[in-house]
Structures are given as structure tokens and as C-alpha cells.
């Protein structure tokens, strides 16, 4: 392994692909430039949208909503999360989150170790055709990420 190095990325920089929320996902880091570590995101969320209820295996993961109102479901509890909150998830807790504003929110998302990077890379190569919840199931299995539910609505 080569000498895990300092990363600074600066507004607007980036690698940029389509995210499963109906809006860019800009990946800020990803674990090759952390040794595993942690891959951070900052992704686009459309008004209403926001993935199944699902579990890591392997993955905590966080977000700080930066811009917009999410709903975040965290096992049973439903709560509301206003741009500047910060959201914890152990692995293992089912969860998933909406945006509820009418207007696109930006989150940033933190995964801790890395290794959910294949399921965005997969997700952004996909057809109109192919989304769905069964595509999120289907690239999410191989990453240790399992759909428990339906989204919010």
C-alpha cells in the first residue's frame, strides 16, 4: 500500500456522476485516496425522492444536509433533518431518507470504512429502463448494502 497523503478538495472539485436520487453525486473522496478509510460525497437529491430502506453490512454512514429538509427513517423512528443537521447511522440500522422540501437538497454523505463506491459508479451506468428498487438491491448486494423496505413517502 502507498503512503496514505493529505486530500484537499476545493468547491465545485470532484469526480461528478449521476446519483440514485435523481441528481449528481460528486465524490470528494473515494477510499483509494484514503486507504480504505472513508469515501465523502456530496450529492443532489430531487424534491421527494430518496432510496429504500436498506442496512450495510460493512459501512456507518453519515450526512450533513447542506441545503433543504430530508425525512430520515433510522430503524422505526421517522425524523426530520433541516439543512446544518447532522445525521449518524451505525451499520447494521435500517434506514433511508426522502427529500421533503420542493426544491433539489444537497447532502453530504460520509461512508466509514470506504467500499460503496461500485454500487455508485454501477448505479450511474444504468438506462431510464433499468431504475428501480431492484436495481438498488442488485448493485447494493455485492457491497454488503441490503433493501428492508420501501422508501419513504
Known amino acids: 500500500m502507498s503512503e496514505l497523503r493529505s486530500v484537499v478538495v476545493g468547491p465545485g472539485e470532484g469526480t461528478t456522476i449521476e446519483g440514485p436520487a435523481g441528481g449528481p ?3 470528494k ?3 483509494q485516496q484514503t486507504g480504505g478509510r472513508l469515501t ?3 450529492n443532489v437529491v430531487a424534491p421527494g425522492d430518496g432510496p429504500p430502506l436498506h442496512t450495510h453490512d460493512a459501512q456507518d454512514e453519515a450526512w450533513h444536509v447542506l441545503e433543504g429538509e430530508l425525512r430520515f427513517q433510522l430503524g422505526e423512528e421517522v425524523t426530520s433533518a433541516p439543512a446544518g443537521s447532522f445525521v449518524f447511522v451505525p451499520r447494521g440500522v435500517p434506514h433511508c431518507f426522502q427529500n421533503a422540501g420542493s426544491t433539489p437538497a444537497r447532502i453530504l454523505v460520509l461512508f466509514t470504512p ?12 444504468l438506462t431510464p429502463e433499468e431504475l428501480g428498487p431492484q436495481a438498488f438491491g442488485r448493485l447494493g448486494e455485492p457491497v454488503g448494502m441490503r433493501v428492508v423496505g420501501p422508501p419513504l413517502r
Open 25 to 27: 453525486l460528486t465524490f
Open 29 to 31: 473522496v473515494r477510499g
Open 40 to 42: 465523502a460525497l456530496e
Open 114 to 125: 470506504a467500499g460503496m463506491e461500485p454500487f455508485f459508479d454501477g448505479f450511474a451506468q
